[in-house]
């Protein structure tokens, strides 16, 4: 099977190669522009394998990438390259609309030019729907319309739509899937559960928006992997799937969550949740995210609520034990 990845580097991106290359028989090119928020150290243990390579590319280079498609002719395109940090979006829009739209279009094109027996899985997120009013309302399906209320969930609602026309006009092969926020290993440190991490092993102030009443669904990156791959295999070719475990906690209650933690691990003369700063909400700060699964659990369920909480524990430990790597990247961000 031969498999390229878009955004290889990225968080989400490794851990999809890591388990991809487990497979002897997949081939698998990694695409990735090495940005800011790459990070090749984190397939440091696979990049020597022999159903392993890479290629440095801005997919916004329709030319280099169009010949790359072509001559690897690939079966699957797992789609993950994009600008995701919705602070950067609201500051500096139209590097999301060049990664997230332009790129998105010239992999399409790729692939009705060149390579039309290719599958493109389409990894998206569950922020194209907008927002919930409050924590009765019911959850996404994947009959909900786009709400966008930021510039990066405009440009993956925009994506969303590319490539579902994509298939409807040029009957391209493409799965579409939208997922909740993402946990674990080796995410980069401007997300929420890093920073958090990184304040308290440095004990200063955690910053938190607004009231911190914010309600997000959180899943493991591994576990959404592994529904990746699986719907590479067994999802219906045009269909678009929400992905996500059912764990939903309020910003300040998951915050409070990870500082009791650290309580019991390195205790100090002050607990923890004294770090704690409320500072300005940002623009357009949704309330709450939440996506009905029943289309996907119909032929892959898991139950992914109960283990939040260990594997919430697994990834503190993970960035204890690599705080090194944590405050590299903290540094590198600030210089950039």
């Known amino acids: 099977m031969k498999i390229v990845v878009t955004g290889g580097y990225g968080f989400i991106g490794s851990?999809?190669?890591?388990?991809?290359?487990?497979?002897?028989?997949?081939?698998?090119?990694n695409l990735d522009a090495l940005k800011y928020c790459s990070m090749p150290e984190s397939l440091e243990e696979v990049k020597r394998s022999k159903n392993y390579s890479f290629k440095k590319i801005d997919l916004y280079d329709f030319n280099k990438l169009k010949k790359i498609i072509k001559k690897f002719r690939p079966n699957i395109i797992f789609h993950l390259a994009a600008?995701?940090?919705?602070?950067?979006?609201?500051?500096?829009?139209?590097?999301?609309?060049?990664?997230n739209i332009i790129g998105t279009y010239n992999v399409l094109k790729s692939i009705q030019l060149y390579s039309r027996q290719t599958l493109l899985l389409h990894v998206s997120t569950d922020e194209v729907y907008g927002s919930l009013k409050n924590?009765?309302?019911?959850?996404?399906?994947?009959?909900?319309?786009?709400?966008?209320?930021?510039?990066?969930?405009?440009?993956?609602?925009s994506s969303d739509l590319l490539v579902n026309a994509w298939n409807k006009t040029y009957n391209l092969q493409v799965i579409i899937t939208n997922c909740v926020n993402n946990f674990g290993k080796w995410q980069f440190?401007?997300?929420?559960i890093p920073v958090v991490i990184d304040s308290c092993l440095k004990f200063k102030k955690i910053p938190v928006y607004g009231n911190g009443k914010n309600i997000r669904e959180w899943i493991d990156v591994e576990n959404h992997v592994e529904y990746l791959i699986h719907l590479s295999k067994f999802g219906k070719i045009g269909e678009t799937y929400n992905i996500g475990s059912g764990y939903e906690i309020?910003?300040?209650?998951?915050?409070?969550?990870?500082?009791?933690?650290?309580?019991?691990?390195?205790?100090?003369?002050?607990?923890?949740q004294s770090l704690?700063?409320?500072?300005?909400?940002?623009?357009?700060?949704?309330?709450?995210?939440?996506?009905?699964?029943?289309?996907?659990?119909?032929?892959?369920?898991?139950?992914?609520?109960e283990e939040f909480d260990d594997k919430l524990y697994e990834t503190i430990d993970w960035h204890i034990n690599n705080r090194r790597w944590l405050q590299n990247k903290i540094?590198?961000?600030?210089?950039?």
Do not use: M, Q, W
């Not at 388990?19 to 090119?29: A, G, P, T």
């Not at 602070?87 to 829009?93: A, E, F, G, Q, V």
């Not at 019911?138 to 440009?155: D, G, I, Q, R």
């Open 15 to 29: 851990c999809l190669i890591r388990k991809l290359i487990l497979n002897k028989k997949n081939l698998v090119l």
């Open 135 to 157: 924590k009765k309302e019911n959850s996404f399906t994947e009959e909900s319309k786009f709400y966008p209320n930021s510039p990066y969930s405009a440009t993956k609602a």
């Open 276 to 305: 704690i700063k409320f500072v300005n909400d940002r623009p357009g700060h949704d309330l709450r995210y939440s996506v009905n699964t029943s289309k996907i659990n119909k032929f892959f369920k898991k139950n992914y609520y």
């Open 250 to 272: 309020e910003n300040i209650l998951l915050i409070k969550k990870i500082c009791k933690y650290f309580d019991n691990k390195f205790p100090k003369k002050k607990p923890y």
């Open 189 to 192: 440190p401007e997300k929420l």
């Open 331 to 336: 540094k590198y961000k600030k210089i950039k």
């Open 83 to 99: 600008e995701s940090h919705v602070d950067n979006s609201i500051l500096n829009s139209y590097d999301f609309i060049k990664s």
